[in-house]
Every structure is written in structure tokens, then in C-alpha cells.
């Protein structure tokens, strides 16, 4: 499918405005405001990625090590996560998400996935469907 000339910038803002206002709405669906939402984010790469090192973290979470450092200790304090010795390099330590932690990321994708099924209900069958065809294409954009 080929799109006229001028269609495609149009789309684009479109996608990105539209993109940029449902994440809003979904970020507004928190269960526990005492977590940052860059901790929430540390806490996700910590659930998909596994135990990892504070560097390691930090590179993946796209921030400088001094700023992960804040992160995890809060994260730390609150019992979200835990660290232990690295099995062959004493200087580091490893970070893994507690159990507490993992219920969290299950309460707050809960609260987020409900507020979702509640929109999606006042949508028509063919708006879902379309909407389901849409969530593989702007998952093959973003590289998913």
C-alpha cells in the first residue's frame, strides 16, 4: 500500500501524539506511588533479564552507574530488590528482583491491563481486531 505524498509525516505525528497519550494514561495507572517510575523501570529489566550487576543494570536502564547506584539502594530499602556477592569477582555484587519486587511489577501490570480491558470493551469487534493487527505492526517497529 502505497501512501500519498504528505500522508506519511501526517501519520507519524499522529502515531507518535497518540503513542505519547496512551502511555500517559497507562502511567497514571499506578498501584504504589512510593516506587519512581525509573525504579518500576529498573525493577521490569531486573523481571525480564535476570540478576545482573549494577553496571549492567544501569547500561541497559541507559543511565550512568552514580544514578543506578540512588536507584538501587532505594530500591533496596524498600525490599523491591536484593544483592548478593559475585561468584568470581569480589569488587561486584549482583542485584536480582525480590519476591516482593515481582509482586509488585505483577500489581502495577495488573492495574494497567485492567484499565486496557475496560477501554477495549467499549470498542467494537472490528476496532479490536483492528487494534490487535496494529499492537504486530508497531511491535515489528519497535524492533519486539
Known sequence: MELEQGVGSDLAGQLRLSVVRLNRRLRSQR?????????????ATLNRCGP??????????????????????????????SRRDHPTDGRQSIIELSPAGAELLAAEASAKE?????RLAELTEAERVTLARATEIIDRMAGA
Open 31 to 43: 498501584t504504589d506511588e512510593t516506587v519512581s517510575l525509573t525504579q518500576i523501570s529498573a525493577m
Open 114 to 118: 485492567r484499565w486496557l480491558d475496560k
Open 52 to 81: 545482573m550487576t549494577p553496571s549492567e543494570l544501569a547500561a541497559s536502564e541507559r543511565v550512568r552507574p552514580p544514578s543506578m547506584t540512588r536507584v538501587i539502594a532505594a530500591l533496596e530499602e524498600e525490599g523491591m530488590v
